[in-house]
């Protein structure tokens, strides 16, 4: 007994430290959301040309993924050799590197190497989430894999959703009072949409901040005591993971939910511009509740997936963390930005919405995958047929909608994989390609028809995950138990 409530903690341990990470690459990623419209601005880019941001970022995924599955299996699985915590740090210091580039990118006013070091930073991401997702999904019994996972993603959430409030303020407000002001093609300065000059110190003072703190991480997890799985691990040669239907269908399920959630974000502080004329301050505080949204039904979705049977403590549980969610995030934008409670007062019907979708969701990844994908089809098109605050606020319930997604998909197709799980989830990591596709799609749509009519492009996504929670999940060729990790 003594022995397995010290695994038991040991895992507790592990798992604290994995949110730090995961916490930390959620707030660089949403940090795009704020680097398009700046270097919109700077570089005077069509909308296609700015989404190129999300293509260079997570092309890297593909790219990365892609030689990481070649590699094992021509040699078998690399994190089974090296282990998960040099990978963790590896994966970080190569992030840290990405974020230092910003410096002369912005020095030298060249779009191609900020692409450039979105790309190295697009790298770093992709050995985390090769490493960390199979990690957490281990530590643990596999029955609450999914809740774990939901509950890792709910603190990538919570960075996605301070990024807009901290790094949007960092780069639209506070550092434009640094360094000498960019200068348009007729030799003008380039102002913010109140006025203020954008300057290189306003990108390049937060990345270097950034770069600190990944090394700071890097740091924490080279001295901290992680359970190591590898001594169990089989060096798996070949493409057999190749031959389990239900992965190919999730392959294309990641790439679809990404490329739509990406393209979705990447557009809102646009698209509130368009709709109600908010300038990029403003339009950041709501930008904040979209991603806020996906944090919410990631916490509700640990709790929903959770062990517990008791349906009643469940439910009050989901109703507490979605009002402390709510309440931290709306005294999180008034605080900076001035926001009202009467302005975001509608987000609260979207909350109760989703806890009703959790409860016909029934706990099962697979049904709330469902439920959830048609939610989000019915605001997509909510959000194109209407104006003003309903479409703004149908957009930005997405984000609630979208939650669970990742962790659902990514448990549903790395089930019963075996020894093949850590290729299964490069593969998985490989379609985060859909990042780089989905959003210069809809960018050349926006650029022909307006942002408001180009939400048509990701509701063709939503369909498909729609039949992956309904049917496609079950695919699962038979394997042998006594093969499993």
Known sequence: MAEK???????????????????????????????????????????????????CFFMAYFIGSLSYFIISVRTGDPIARIGYKKAIVAGLLIAAFGCLLFYPAASLKMYGLFLGALFILGIGFTLLQVTANPYVAILGSP??????????????????????????????????????????????????????????????????MFAALFVIIALVFTFSKLPKFTEASTMEKGTGVLKHPHLILGIIAVFLYVGAE??????????????????????????????????????????????????????????????????????????????????IAPFLIFIVINLAAFRIGKSLPHRTLMVFAVMVIALLITTMLTHGQAALWAVIGIGLFNSIMWSNIFTLAIDGLGKYTSQGSSLLVMSILGGAVIPPIQGALADRVGIHYSFVIPIFSYIYLTYYGWKGYKYKKKYDLSQNI
Do not use: C
């Open 262 to 343: 990406v393209s979705i974000g990447s557009m809102l502080i646009n698209y509130f511009k368009e709709l109600l004329n908010y300038p990029e301050v403003e339009a950041k505080s709501f930008l904040a509740f979209y991603w806020g949204g996906a944090m919410i039904g990631r916490f509700l979705g640990a709790i929903s997936q959770s062990s517990s049977t008791n349906l009643i403590k469940k439910t009050g549980s989901m109703i507490l963390v979605a009002a402390a969610a709510f309440v931290f995030i709306f005294f999180a934008v008034n605080y900076e930005g001035g926001i009202t409670f009467g302005r």
């Open 5 to 55: 409530n010290n695994k038991n903690k040991s895992f507790l341990s592990a798992l604290l430290v994995m949110t730090i990470l995961f916490f930390m690459w959620g707030f660089i990623t949403s940090m795009n959301d704020i680097l398009i419209p700046y270097l919109k601005k700077v570089f005077e880019l069509t909308y296609f040309q700015a989404m190129l941001v999300q293509t």
């Open 143 to 208: 029955e609450t894999a999914s809740s774990r996972l939901n509950l890792s993603q709910a603190l990538n959430s919570l960075g996605h959703t301070t990024a807009p409030i901290i790094g949007g303020y960092l780069v639209f407000h506070f550092f434009t009072k640094f360094g000498s002001p960019f200068l348009n093609k007729a030799g003008e300065q380039i102002l913010t949409d109140k006025g203020l000059t954008l300057t290189a110190l306003s990108v390049q003072l937060p990345y270097l």
